[in-house]
């Protein structure tokens, strides 16, 4: 595998995982939170296919394509270790919907990065609420989901809240 | 269409322009010539399927991740608008497949630049090379070829010399 195919695997998966967690929690009400922004293509993606749904951005730093940043009032800026907390206190166990694609080049950071946050994103998620992820996560209370279709095992992860 | 959207398009397009182009000139002498190194997926991609081919890489500015980054004797630094024609002088018409994706985000400036080194990279070919390219270009001796299944219109483009 060429790093192009490694990569294309990684956006058609990311995009599969976000198109079955769109129907999975359609009609559902809450907020939707997109962690990290980086050139905001998910992002672009999230709020074209839920114009009716409210996606709120975590980022550290604002460097996405102009044609695709979130509206300031939509952007929640900060590390999110510290703006998972403070979020949990605004909104409440109510998200039906998080993605998250936070991770760097360093896989062993990535790991433990992911072993950090997890605990932080758990207590967001409504129940039936959806969490999708290219890390795997370190969850206690969420039910991980086989991939759709399209996805590829290994390159996105799914996890939902049952109860 | 969102920008996740377009950018899988825009990329497996390319791939699917690639592996094409490296199937019709299997077996061809001469070198391969990638017109923009960029990140350097498409480079990995190129060397990985033509371990038995030449690839020289054409870079104003080497940024690559360093898993895909080109030796320094397969490297041809520069402007491409001085490089290749000092490459023509160098390797003569014996080029048989050629890999541009140059462009930036104005597509005004993209369809002028495609003007502009149109005239540069048709001597090149050999007789039977194959250029593919993310822009249209403006050649007079090339014959455009249909696209590859999987390739998506518009996105990427391919030409062939006949004779
Ligand atoms: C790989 S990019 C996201 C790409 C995005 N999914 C897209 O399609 O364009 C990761 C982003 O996460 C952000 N990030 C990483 N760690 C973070 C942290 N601890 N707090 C906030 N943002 C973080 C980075 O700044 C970067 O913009
Ligand atoms: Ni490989
Ligand atoms: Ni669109």
Do not use: W
Not at 36 to 45: E, K, V, Y
Not at 104 to 133: C, D, T, Y
């Amino acid at each position: 595998m060429s790093r192009l195919d490694v990569f294309i695997n990684r956006m058609v998966s990311q995009r599969a995982c976000l198109d079955f967690a769109i129907e999975q929690t359609r009609g559902m009400a809450g907020p939707v939170f997109e962690l990290g922004l980086g050139n905001g293509r998910t992002f672009d993606h999230m709020r074209e296919r839920m114009p009716e749904r409210d996606v709120y951005v975590f980022e550290r730093k604002v460097e996405s394509n102009p044609a695709s940043t979130p509206e300031p009032e939509m952007t929640i800026l900060g590390d999110v270790r510290e703006t998972l907390p403070q979020s949990l206190e605004r909104f409440g166990p109510t998200a039906h919907l998080i993605h998250a694609d936070l991770g760097g080049h360093n896989l062993e950071k990535n790991v433990q990065f992911a072993r950090e946050i997890s605990p932080l994103i758990e207590p967001m998620l409504a129940v039936g609420g959806i969490f999708v992820s290219s890390d795997r996560m370190f969850f206690t209370s969420l039910t991980e989901l086989p991939l759709p279709a399209d996805a590829i095992e290994g390159r996105c992860f799914i996890y939902r809240r049952d109860a």
